[in-house]
C-alpha cells in the first residue's frame, strides 16, 4: 500500500513556541491530504481537509490561525501549532488520497506526539 | 445525520477462535466502507475496503468483512484470531461523491487472549 510519513514523531515544547509537523506521501501524489486530532482512546478528529495549492479547509470548531496547513506540493502538507498550550497536547495524524475515481482510500501516517509543557 | 456504530467497546477473543468486530452505518445514498487498524502510539493501516460488487471483501492479515445493506452493516471478521491481532480497530464510511472525508466510528479495542 502506499505509504505515508510524519516527521516528528514525538515533540516536546514549552508554552507558546510553535511547532511544525511535516507529512509527506512517500510513492504517490497526494492531491488531498487531511490532518486529524486523536484523544487517548477515542477516535479521530478531523481537522482540516487541504488539496494541493488551495487553502486548507477547517472543520468546525477549529481554529485556522492557530493551526496553519499549507499543501505545498503534491507530496508534503505541513501543520503548524501556533503559540502551543497544554491542551493542545494530542496526537496528530495526517493521511492522504491520490483522489482518482473518488474511490481512494485515504493512506495514514504513523502520527506524532505533540507534548505541550 | 450519517453517522458509524460500533457498538463495542472492546471485543475479547480467545486466540485461534473466530472473531468479529461490529460496524452499523446510517448514510444517505451508497456509500463507501473501511476499516482500519490501529497499533498503540501509530497511525492507521488499510485493513480493506468495499466499493462495489461482491458483498464479501478480504483485506489484509486474513481479514474479511461483509457489507450488508438491507442490515446497512459492515461487520470484520476473521476465521482464525492470533494474539498480534490485539489493536484498535475504526470502522469508517464515505459517501459516493464526497470530497473524501471519512465518517468514523468510535473504535473497538480487540484482546486477542493466548
Known amino acids: 500500500g502506499a505509504v505515508v510519513s510524519q516527521h516528528p514523531s514525538r515533540v516536546i515544547c514549552k508554552s507558546g513556541t510553535s511547532v511544525k509537523i511535516e507529512c509527506r506521501s512517500l510513492d504517490f501524489q497526494a492531491t488531498t491530504m487531511f490532518w486529524y486530532r486523536q484523544f487517548p482512546k477515542q477516535s479521530l478528529m478531523l481537522m482540516a481537509t487541504s488539496n494541493e495549492g488551495s487553502k486548507a479547509t477547517y472543520e468546525q470548531g477549529v481554529e485556522k490561525d492557530k493551526f496553519l496547513i499549507n499543501h505545498a506540493s503534491l507530496t508534503l502538507s505541513t501543520l503548524t501549532v501556533t503559540s502551543a498550550h497544554p491542551e493542545d497536547s494530542s496526537f496528530y495524524i495526517c493521511?492522504?488520497?491520490?483522489?482518482?475515481?473518488?474511490?481512494?482510500?485515504?493512506?495514514f501516517g504513523p502520527g506524532t506526539r505533540l507534548t505541550v509543557l | 445525520a450519517q453517522s458509524v456504530a460500533q457498538p463495542e467497546d472492546q471485543v475479547n477473543v480467545a486466540e485461534g477462535n473466530p472473531l468479529t468486530v461490529k460496524c452499523t452505518y446510517s448514510v444517505s445514498g451508497n456509500p463507501y466502507l473501511f476499516w482500519y487498524v490501529q497499533y498503540p502510539n501509530r497511525g492507521l493501516q488499510f485493513l480493506l475496503k468495499?466499493?462495489?460488487?461482491d458483498n464479501l471483501v478480504k483485506g489484509s492479515y486474513g481479514f474479511e468483512a461483509e457489507f450488508n445493506k438491507s442490515q446497512t452493516s459492515f461487520h470484520l471478521k476473521k476465521p482464525s484470531a492470533l494474539v498480534s491481532d490485539s489493536a484498535l480497530y475504526f470502522c469508517a464510511v464515505r459517501e459516493k461523491g464526497s470530497n473524501y472525508q471519512l465518517i468514523w466510528g468510535a473504535g473497538t479495542k480487540l484482546i486477542i487472549k493466548p
Open positions: 493521511s492522504g488520497t491520490s483522489g482518482g475515481a473518488g474511490t481512494d482510500t485515504q493512506y
Open positions: 468495499y466499493i462495489t460488487g
